[in-house]
């Protein structure tokens, strides 16, 4: 019994590694990259924990994948590998290709032949499960009902694009090839171990420098936030009950602008890290609006509750508290993340704007 899990350095992935780690003796073999967003500083706290096996591979790469299934047989796939920055897509959005379609590809195959070798019994108990985004669906009128699974495909940016192509190849290999898939479309996660280029991580760590808080536009985009611990939970729950070949979208009932997002990271740094210079909205600066924004992104997670009884244990106010604190407390994980490269992007995207 071992998931085979992609990804599980990154954001999302470590904190499901943690996560079920923390609940399971179930090993898991973590297969990750290290690009710039993978940290294996992220899972310390297993160094030595003979549950969890990393290996530094690339999910494009098919004899590794045909080794890793070979030698651990795995019972399923959780795919969270991707390159998922928007911004980073619009400046390269070849990367995105090759990593979220071409990988995809590489490990649905893999998958697939693993699944089709295993004894009866095995096979049907096999699960290759599918992490997404909202992003696919496009962006909603401020008065529009939220995405349901059901909600045409309208991706808008080259990453929402291609998370979509993979959707379609999930979504194919299901049902051409029997097997058997799960998906779930996730909407803007926050928390721990966030790479510090995403919205709220970003305005934590450059509040506390007394950098600029960057705000697209008007800052009236909104998002529905989904802190990282219920995410994790919400996909135990799918991997252990979902319905073979069916779509979860799993949301936090947290609907909000950018700019009230960043409004409420400064009070709480008033709070718990005043600075001696004023508070830190003064920091708040309005900057050109990235090609494509878009507005509005809500989540009906009503199916998910329904069929398997999930909700969120987390409200925005107690999310946003825990994940401000963590960083405040972790003060050694962000220098560490801010690397040479990461101060090379940040100048690409903001310099201009």
């Known amino acids: 019994m071992t998931l085979l899990i992609t990804g599980g350095a990154g954001f999302i992935g470590s904190n499901f590694v943690l996560d079920w780690l923390a609940q399971s003796d179930e090993p898991v073999v973590n297969l990750d990259a290290l690009t710039y967003a993978g940290n294996l500083q992220n899972l310390a706290s297993l160094q030595g924990d003979a549950r969890h096996v990393f290996v530094q591979g690339d999910i494009g790469d098919r004899a590794l994948l045909d080794r890793l299934f070979a030698q ?56 290759f499960h599918h992490v997404s985004t909202d992003e696919v669906y496009g962006s909603l009128a401020p008065d529009a009902p939220a995405f349901t699974e059901t909600h045409p495909y309208e991706p808008n940016s080259p990453y929402s694009a291609s998370k979509a192509a993979s959707d379609h190849l999930v979504r194919a290999w299901h049902h051409t090839y029997g097997l058997p898939v799960l998906t779930t479309n996730c909407s803007n996660n926050y928390g721990p171990y966030h790479f510090p280029e995403k919205l709220i991580p970003l305005m934590i760590v450059n509040a506390l420098a007394g950098k600029p808080l960057p705000i697209y536009g008007d800052g009236l985009q909104v998002r529905d936030w989904l802190y990282v611990g219920d995410h994790c939970s919400a996909i135990r729950a799918v991997l252990a009950r979902g319905r073979v070949g069916e779509v979860y979208n799993i949301g936090g009932w947290n609907e909000m602008p950018n700019r009230d997002i960043v409004h409420r990271v400064c009070a709480l740094l008033d709070e718990l890290r005043p600075s001696g210079e004023g508070p830190y909205t003064r920091l708040i600066t309005f900057v050109k609006d990235r090609p494509g924004h878009d507005r509005r992104y809500a989540i009906d997670a009503g199916k998910i509750e329904r069929e398997l009884g999930w909700r969120p244990a987390e409200t925005f106010e107690t999310g946003i508290r825990k994940t401000v604190q963590w960083y405040l407390d972790h003060a050694d994980w962000v220098a560490n993340v801010q690397s040479g490269g990461y101060r090379d992007w940040l100048a690409t995207n903001y310099s201009s704007r």
């Open 72 to 127: 651990h047989r795995p019972r399923a796939v959780l795919h969270f590998a991707a390159e998922s920055h928007v911004d980073r897509s619009i400046h390269g959005p070849g990367a995105f290709i090759k990593t979220n379609v071409e990988g995809t590809f590489t490990l649905l195959e893999a998958s697939r032949a693993h699944w089709n070798a295993l004894a009866d019994e095995d096979k049907a108990a096999f699960r």
